[in-house]
Nanobody, 121 residues
């Protein structure tokens, strides 16, 4: 059994900062990519930031220069530091990990339950 759990969402004023954390746990053999997606009301889920096990990152253009991602491979955790937040960043943020469990033969994507981020103007 593999679990991905996020924490750290909340309400913040525009221009403020928030830090989201995510931990993968369970019968994990290996983790490839980890990262964050978000989904605003009435919109599709979209990529925010991802990071490979080697540290390569992929950013959405809308968050470049404002959001950063970090990862601790020894703890199976990933964090999202969000600065200069804008009302348009309001969404449910989902952590994911591309994980191979001890029982599995391939990597599959596991999602967290999501955490709400609300940015007021």
């Amino acid at each position: 059994q593999v679990q991905v759990v996020e924490s750290g969402g909340g309400l913040v004023q525009a221009g403020g900062s928030l830090r989201l954390s995510c931990a993968a746990s369970g019968s994990i053999f290996s983790i490839n990519d980890m990262g964050w997606y978000r989904q605003a009301p009435g919109k599709q889920r979209e990529l925010v930031l991802t990071i490979t096990s080697g540290g390569s990152t992929n950013y959405a253009d809308s968050v470049k220069g404002r959001f950063t991602i970090s990862r601790d491979n020894t703890k199976n955790t990933v964090s999202l530091q969000m600065n200069s937040l804008e009302p348009e960043d309001t969404a449910v943020y989902y952590c994911y990990g591309k994980i191979k469990s001890w029982r599995g033969s391939t990597f599959r994507v596991y999602w967290g339950q999501g955490t709400q981020v609300t940015v007021s103007s």
